[in-house]
Nanobody
Framework: QVQLVESGGGLVQPGGSLRLSCAAS????????MGWYRQVPGKQRELVAA???????NYADSVKGRFTISRDNAKNTVYLQMNSLKPEDTAVYYC??????????????WGQGTQVTVSS
């Protein structure tokens, strides 16, 4: 069993910053891709940023230059540094991880989500 726990969401003013963290725990052998997605009511979940185990990174065009994804493989943790936040960044942010478990099954695991609200 694998769990992803996110933290770091909250309320911030436009132009402010937040740092999200997502720690994976459980019966993990390896983690391949890790990423952050976001979703607003009535819309599909969309990719924000993702990183492979080899360090390749991609960002949604809407966050390029403002958000930075990073990971600490020793801690099975992925981070999302969000700067210059805009009201349109308001959403529930989810992390995911492509995991190989100790039972040798490989699957995509999701966190429970953390709310980010950008408002004055």
């Amino acid at each position: 069993q694998v769990q992803l726990v996110e933290s770091g969401g909250g309320l911030v003013q436009p132009g402010g910053s937040l740092r999200l963290s997502c720690a994976a725990s459980g019966s993990i052998v390896s983690i391949y891709d890790m990423g952050w997605y976001r979703q607003v009511p009535g819309k599909q979940r969309e990719l924000v940023a993702a990183t492979t185990s080899g360090g390749h990174i991609n960002y949604a065009d809407s966050v390029k230059g403002r958000f930075t994804i990073s990971r600490d493989n020793a801690k099975n943790t992925v981070y999302l540094q969000m700067n210059s936040l805009k009201p349109e960044d308001t959403a529930v942010y989810y992390c995911n991880a492509d995991v190989l478990s100790s039972s040798r099954s490989r699957f995509l695991s999701w966190g429970q989500g953390t709310q980010v609200t950008v408002s004055s």
